[in-house]
């Protein structure tokens, strides 16, 4: 037990790492019309998972063994890539980057100092409005309840059951269905709201579906320990937690990540992209 938790810090180490650089790098050379987009379909490889691999103890085996292939892939390819223009250019090695430049198109900017950009983050009003901003968004992910919903979703439904109890195989079932349902939303986000609607129309409509969705559940769960809520009342309590899913990820799964790459001017993106993510 101890060397899997061992290893599961690391593996987190290593995962929020590339939270950090993969958005980073799809940022800097996805076309506008497309980035919101780009950032989000990475959610739809998660659909094979669910499709081809049984209930049974493979889920976990083949999800680690698939990991660590994914690693192992990404470490080589590493050695065949080009360098972010943007980054070429911060470092001064100024030929490089118009050389990567002529594959991949990108905005340049001069080199500056690694204490220069701290200051310029921490210290111009704008960069410092948007460093709001981005902590703002990921604060609000985290106190949504979201995450709370799908760790103790069995015990959530249990609360708002009425009736017989069901059994701990179709509680089990039914967490697993929430999950699911939770990827389908964040592609219908992804293809539907984050570049049609736009950014903060997303997150308005997303926000207000989990303040009605809270708001129900918080007023049953009231007359539900008076003992006055009827069988009706209790369904509609179970569908609002997946309402609650629905809101979550058109405005606060999503979003923070896309703010957290586009806001930023192109000199301290990087910075301030990885400063986010250490708060998230």
């Known amino acids: 037990m101890n060397s899997l938790i061992a290893a599961r810090i690391i593996s987190g180490l290593g995962i929020r790492s590339l939270g950090v650089i993969s958005p980073m790098a799809i940022v800097e050379i996805a076309p ?5 987009l780009a950032l989000t379909t990475a959610s739809f490889c998660v659909l094979g998972i669910y499709e081809n691999i049984p209930a049974s103890k493979l889920q976990y085996r083949i999800r680690l063994i698939a990991t660590s292939v994914f690693v192992f892939l990404c470490i080589l390819s590493s050695f065949f890539i080009s360098e972010s223009p943007r980054w070429l250019m911060f470092v001064g090695r100024r030929e490089e980057a118009i050389e990567v430049l002529k594959r991949l ?3 340049v900017e001069g080199n500056s ?3 220069s950009v701290v200051k310029e983050t ?3 009003s704008f960069n410092l409005r948007r460093l709001q901003q981005v902590l703002v968004l990921y604060a609000l992910a985290q106190l949504s309840g979201a995450n709370s919903v799908t760790t103790y979703f069995i015990s959530i439904i249990r609360m708002l059951r009425k009736g017989s109890q069901m059994k701990t195989s179709e509680d089990i079932f039914l967490s697993g269905i929430y999950g699911f349902s939770k990827l389908w ?3 219908i986000a992804s293809f539907f709201f ?3 609607l736009g ?3 997303s997150m308005f409509i997303g926000i207000a579906v989990q303040m009605v969705s809270h708001l129900y559940i ?3 769960i009231k007359y539900n320990q008076e003992a006055t809520a009827s069988m009706a009342a209790s369904r509609g309590a179970v569908a609002a937690l997946f309402v609650h899913a629905f809101g979550y990820a058109v405005g606060l799964f999503i979003l923070p990540y896309v703010f957290g790459g586009e806001l930023w001017p192109n000199r301290i993106r990087s910075f301030g992209r990885a400063l986010g993510q250490t708060f998230h």
């Open 218 to 220: 918080g007023v049953f």
């Open 113 to 115: 100092s690694f204490l």
């Open 199 to 201: 950014r903060r129309r």
């Open 122 to 124: 921490f210290i111009v």
């Open 194 to 196: 984050i570049d049609i």
């Open 185 to 187: 939303f964040s592609l």
């Open 32 to 36: 506008q019309e497309i980035r919101g």
């Open 105 to 107: 198109p990108g905005d």
